[in-house]
Nanobody
């Protein structure tokens, strides 16, 4: 199947920046959409940003103007540039990739292991 490896989380002060990355690897596949979600204790996982293969992006209202999602198609890697971070951005960030597995001739929906982002006030 398709495996995802995330990196880039950490501790940052409010107003600071972080960049998350997510690289997909595995059997031959094509990617339809890459996205980021986050989860905080006691809350459901929420959508942060998505980017389709056609270049259409979508952002949660709470991050618009501060976060930017991008892709390097050659590297099968998605990035989430997070600027002007706020304490409420704290959480575990998960990468999600939706696509088609050539090897198994079926769609896939894979999740990364999550990376912690902590924003101190």
């Amino acid at each position: 199947q398709v495996q995802l490896v995330e990196s880039g989380g950490g501790l940052v002060q409010a107003g600071g920046s972080l960049t998350l990355s997510c690289t997909a690897s595995g059997s031959p596949f094509s990617i339809e959409e890459m996205g980021w979600y986050r989860q905080t204790p006691g809350k459901e996982r929420e959508s942060v940003a998505q980017l389709t293969s056609g270049g259409r992006s979508n952002y949660a209202d709470s991050v618009k103007g501060r976060f930017t999602i991008s892709r390097d198609n050659a590297k099968n890697t998605a990035y989430l540039q997070m600027n002007s971070l706020k304490p409420e951005d704290t959480g575990v960030y998960y990468c999600n990739v939706v696509g088609y597995s050539v090897r198994y001739s079926r769609d896939f929906d894979s999740w990364g292991q999550g990376t912690q982002v902590t924003v101190s006030s």
